[in-house]
């Protein structure tokens, strides 16, 4: 079986993959969906994927990995030698909607070019900077084994279960939809990752939207172009996600009077004309109330400069007390991405955001307050007895990311069919970047650390 399938809930027995909503995404209004594990795919726009293929290498770290797509076609010659011809690499698959039999819709991803391959992993450490490319083949062999059903009939299957999982939280949804704040206390025994899938609004709207809009172009159109990018939550058990448009203008230079005045608008009534960043959703675990919390966009425009700076205090804190270990990493990354940002020439990076993630399920390490020869001579008894010397430090604090995303309204002077070039930094991203260290550092500071 393809590992690529190995990775989904249900076993696979078609060559399609079935793209699941990412329930981890809480900003945007582009569907961003699962296609694997450690893989997400959004809907191409030319100039996104322009910028993951001229983007700068120092750049990279602080991007998702865009993912390479390898079509390989099999071939058997005359004195029975066999192997694989690599014919393409490209960041992009074709996804299109079927319906089930009960007329759901479900997202389907194939190779670009027709329906005639299957989907691999493999590790490449020769093709930097992507770790791992996903390999599209034409083994027939393999092929036969694998379609012992239809896609549609296996959708069904899918679909059937996943409707009596969900039926019973209609109603809670409609009105989950409509929370700009809302909190939902986690089922302790269960695992907390499964409940996410149900419980984040927002994932499930720009998911149901995505359907939507392809079903209303179906008569004309059913094939759409997906681009691949790292899963940037994939590490984390419990992922808190903090999603936060940067900058003091968000309208592309190809915006629209209309568009332009409605984001200019949305800027001068928040807390990015003032600061150059606004919350633009957010996703917190709190271990110590149970709860996990949601925010989105709308509440985050509503935010004063003191209500963000509260926004992100409530972002690092579990329900017991601050996670102040992940500060000192927070800021460290921010301040190499400013200095990163601040040799780039011409970059705009307009409607662009900034993802802080790191993991709500903390893993604690144990810390001896006394010498470990000591307790060498302890007998069993004394051991036990002495417990008390054991601490538990939470880590995690190496694992905190701190990424770019969104680049549909990027520009620069290599996008040579761009009108207008601009000059020098981007003095507003970076104006929200130093906004950002400044109110991290007084909240590090005014919580002692």
Not at 43 to 68: D, S, W
Not at 195 to 206: D, R, T
Request: glycine residues 6%; proline residues 3%; negative net charge.
């Amino acid at each position: 079986m393809s590992p690529a399938f190995r990775a989904m809930d249900v076993e696979p027995r078609a060559k399609g993959v079935l793209l699941e909503p990412f329930v981890h995404q809480v900003g945007g209004h582009s569907c961003v969906l699962r296609f694997n594990e450690t893989t997400l795919c959004k809907p191409l726009v030319p100039r996104e994927h322009q910028f993951y293929e001229t983007l700068p290498a120092e750049m990279r770290k602080f991007t998702p990995q865009y993912k390479a797509v390898l079509i390989f076609v099999k071939f058997a010659d005359e004195f029975g030698a066999s192997g694989n011809i690599e014919t393409k690499e490209l960041g992009v698959v074709s996804v299109r909607f079927e319906e089930d039999e009960d007329r759901n819709l479900c997202l389907i991803a194939y190779p670009l070019k027709g329906d005639h391959g299957i989907v691999d992993i493999v590790d490449n450490s020769d093709c930097e900077p992507k770790s791992k490319l996903l390999r599209w083949t034409t083994n027939k062999k393999h092929h036969v084994l694998e379609t012992e059903k239809t896609p549609k009939d296996w959708v069904r299957q899918h679909r059937k279960e996943e409707k009596m999982k969900s039926h019973k939280l209609e109603e809670e949804f409609e009105w989950l939809k409509k929370s700009e704040v809302l909190y939902y206390t986690v089922e302790k025994k269960g695992n907390i990752s499964s409940q996410l899938k149900h419980y984040n609004p927002w994932s499930m709207k720009c998911h149901q939207q995505q359907l939507q809009r392809m079903k209303e172009n179906a008569k004309h159109r059913n094939q759409y172009k997906f681009i691949l990018l790292e899963n940037l939550t994939s590490r984390y058990e419990v992922p808190c996600v903090l999603d936060l448009k940067m900058g003091t203008r968000q309208h592309g230079d190809d915006a629209s009077e209309e568009k332009a005045a409605n984001q200019i608008r949305k800027c001068q009534q928040s807390t990015s004309a003032v600061i150059g960043v606004r919350v633009c959703g957010m996703q917190v675990y709190q271990a110590g109330s149970g709860q996990l919390m949601f925010m989105n966009k709308y509440h985050g425009r509503k935010l004063s400069v003191q209500g963000f700076k509260e926004a992100l205090f409530q972002f690092f804190h579990n329900g017991r007390y601050l996670r102040r270990e992940l500060l000192g990493p927070v800021l460290r990354k921010l301040t190499e991405l400013k200095a990163v940002l601040e040799r780039q020439e011409s970059y705009r990076f307009y409607s662009s955001s900034l993802l802080v993630i790191y993991d709500g399920k903390e893993r604690p390490e144990v810390v001896l307050d006394s010498d470990a020869e000591d307790l060498e001579d302890l007998s069993e008894e004394s051991a036990d007895e002495s417990a008390g010397a054991y601490a538990y430090k939470p880590i995690g604090a190496s694992s905190v990311d701190v990424r770019m995303i969104d680049f549909a309204h990027t520009t620069c002077r290599l996008y040579g069919e761009d009108t207008v070039v601009h000059e020098g930094q981007d003095a507003g991203y970076i104006f929200g970047l130093q906004s950002l260290i400044d109110i991290v550092t007084e909240i590090s500071e005014e919580s002692g650390e």
